[in-house]
């Protein structure tokens, strides 16, 4: 059980520093979309969502989930992409809500409302990416499991052995 704690504690680590990352690209992008070009707040949002996005498919890929399962690239992509557009309606959905439904548009609210919907939206993809996208290779997961048995057993009392089976002579 702590082998299985200590791993994921070490991807939700990675995801962190991976997603940290990719939230500066995302605020860094809306801000100069929001400040340099006449883009209203979601439009903006929506094109420094897609930049983080991309940022993020390649710090997953090679840092975060390296160890993962790398045949099935296509389908890993397309799933990918599918729940990073469910988390780009989540992150923008909620700013679209505060601007648009609350009037709060200011570039400080405009802020707040879109981290907000970074953060709800994370919790849904880092769901998403780990169960779906880049699962684990299945021979990991045995050998975990192997592992956590053996430590399991170390510490019960060794069954008394067996005597040997009769053998029985053929004439």
Known sequence: MRLRFAALAREVAKFGVVGALGVLVNFAVFNL???GTDLQV???SVIATVVAIVFN??????????DRDKSGRAKELTLFLL??????VIENGVLYA???????DSPLQSNIFKFLGMGIATLFRFW???TWVF???PAREAVASAESFLDDS????????????AVQRVK
Do not use: E
């Open 57 to 66: 498919y390649i710090g997953f890929r090679y840092f975060t989930y390296r």
């Open 128 to 130: 998403s990416y780990r």
């Open 33 to 35: 979309m929001r400040h």
């Open 154 to 165: 170390a510490t019960a009392p060794s069954p008394a052995p067996a005597s040997p089976p």
């Open 135 to 137: 699962r684990a290779l």
């Open 42 to 44: 979601v439009r903006a």
């Open 83 to 88: 729940f990073s557009v469910v988390g780009l």
């Open 98 to 104: 505060a601007t648009y439904g609350f009037g709060w």
